[in-house]
């Protein structure tokens, strides 16, 4: 009896040792557990306070959990004033209205999806916004990107091309009105082969004026002032003035040009027709152009669903398949047509597409070399507003 | 009667291309290299329409444009900016503060100038 009471006593004894052991061992990983897990919460902060970008990080009640130093700058609060805080109290106020409605959404004031969207907070400062949705629980990292030095040097490029143009127009114009008059006879009679040197010269000193224009455009697309004034208008009146004016470069090259307009009035569109004429001009003359003598080509303007389709078809050189990718950039010319015609600044197609997509419209193109080019574009009936 | 042309132009040559045509075809000329001298020939010969530089040392075309349409004795001078400004906004400024029209010299030979002077002295 007393022998199996010893042995029940030394089984226990064993258990409790184990078990003892075990609970030993748990504990032990659940301390490494712990210290790693302060040691990556340590490295995390390290990080996320040495970032020069603003970053917040917001539970799923839009509680404020973690913040990097510039959110401090930018709230002009302490971060014990920040963190810990509803971040829609924390917008609240007419400084922050511009924040406000680019992040919270109108119907529940949850944070929206935001993808590198500008916003201007104040006079100077510029910021790019970007929301990313964590996980499944609903946390939210608010990325705050300063945007007001890129900002900045953008707006002085663009001013210093506009004072460029400007003074580079001041001597052509007076190369164009002294040329001018003396072909017109103005400062006595020329002899033929004078005038033919001086005609030449004049049509030079018209490229580079032209050029100038071309590039002023382009700062100015790139300044995202491109489009003017939009009012509801006639894209048909803009193709026929167009068209108008072109009657003498069509002669001179004996080219056929018809036009297919609907006989019912196509709907008023939201145009700045001035921009919107330049986009059918630079279609019609690189249509011209690249055709040879004799050819053909044709205009239509056509309503379908809620868009109006211009489209221009010639009988010219076709653009080679290897250059329809790069066709609408900047510079851009082809191969086979430096060849034919040398003149060109490679702007036309690229202020065209930017003309068009600042409508909310599409421009896209058919072409084989050897055969001629269709171009298209779409501008849509509702626009509401300029992009 | 000759009609009498004001040039306000600060750039010697144009300023005097364009005397030199306008006299050729028959007009009388004024001429001020100015904003400020510019300003008190509008008050001071009476031209029949006013040509106007935008840049120009001293007080800039927009600003003589204002001032002579404010000052009564002024205001009916019909006033033609020629600038080689030419963007959207400098065109409406310029129309609303009551240019009778806005012309970019690189764009237009002097004859066309002359032309569209024409449609506003008749």
Redesign the interface.
């Given at each position: 009896m007393y022998e199996e009471k010893a042995n029940f006593k030394e089984g226990t004894d064993e258990t409790f040792r184990r078990v003892r052991g075990a609970l030993l061992n748990v504990l032990e990983d659940t301390d490494e557990a712990r210290k790693e897990a302060v040691n990556e919460k340590n490295k995390t902060m390290a990080i996320v306070e040495n970032l020069t970008d603003g970053i917040l990080l917001l539970n799923n009640k839009n509680v404020v959990e973690i913040i990097s130093h510039p959110v401090v700058d930018f709230f002009k609060k302490d971060e014990k004033d920040i963190v810990g805080q509803d971040i829609r109290e924390l917008l609240k106020g007419e400084d922050f209205k511009a924040l406000r409605e680019l992040l919270m959404s109108e119907e529940d004031k949850n944070i929206k999806i935001v993808h590198k969207q500008e916003v201007s907070v104040a006079k100077n400062m510029d910021l790019e916004l970007t929301t990313v949705f964590l996980s499944k629980e609903g946390e939210v990292l608010i990325i705050f990107h300063d945007i007001t030095g890129d900002k900045l040097v953008e707006k002085m490029k663009t001013e210093f091309v506009?004072i460029a143009a400007?003074q580079l127009?001041?001597p052509?114009?007076?190369i164009?009105?002294?040329l001018?008059?003396v072909l017109?006879g103005?400062v006595g009679e020329l002899e033929d082969d004078q005038k033919e040197l001086l005609e030449k010269t004049y049509i030079s000193n018209e490229r580079m004026?032209s050029l100038?224009n071309d590039l002023?455009n382009i700062s100015?697309i790139e300044e995202g002032k491109f489009l003017?004034?939009q009012e509801p208008g006639q894209l048909e009146d803009v193709v026929k003035a167009i068209v108008e004016g072109s009657q003498e470069l069509l002669k001179m090259k004996k080219m056929k040009l018809s036009v297919d307009i609907p006989k019912e009035k196509l709907p008023d569109l939201n145009i700045d027709k001035?921009k919107v004429g330049i986009a059918v001009q630079n279609l019609l003359e690189n249509a011209v152009k690249y055709t040879p003598e004799g050819g053909s080509i044709h205009i239509s303007l056509e309503k379908i669903g809620r868009e109006i389709i211009f489209k221009i078809k010639d009988t010219g050189v076709g653009i080679p398949g290897s250059d329809h990718k790069r066709i609408f950039t900047k510079f851009f010319r082809g191969d086979n047509i430096i060849k034919m015609e040398t003149e060109g600044s490679g702007l036309g197609l690229y202020t065209t597409k930017n003309i068009i997509e600042a409508h909310q419209g599409k421009i896209w193109f058919e072409s084989k070399e050897g055969e001629g080019t269709t171009f298209y574009f779409s501008i849509p009936i509702d626009i509401d507003r300029l992009v | 009667m000759f009609k009498k042309i004001l040039i306000i132009e600060d750039?010697k040559?144009?300023r005097e291309?364009?005397s030199?045509?306008l006299l050729?075809m028959g007009y009388d000329v004024v001429s001020a290299a100015d904003g400020e001298s510019g300003l008190v020939m509008i008050k001071e010969s009476k031209p029949d329409v006013v040509l106007l530089d935008l840049?120009l040392p001293g007080i800039n075309g927009f600003e003589v444009l204002e001032m002579a349409k404010k000052d009564p004795e002024t205001a009916n001078v019909p006033i033609v900016i020629l600038s080689?400004?030419g963007?959207?906004?400098d065109i409406?400024k310029g129309l609303k503060l009551g240019a009778k029209d806005f012309l970019?010299?690189?764009?237009f030979?002097?004859?066309e100038i002359i032309n569209k002077l024409k449609i506003i002295l008749d």
């Open positions: 506009s400007h127009r001041t052509l114009s007076a164009k009105w002294t001018r008059m017109d103005d004026i100038i002023l100015r003017y004034r001035e | 750039d040559f144009l291309l364009m030199k045509k050729s840049i080689n400004l963007q959207g906004e409406e970019v010299k690189a764009h030979t002097p004859q």
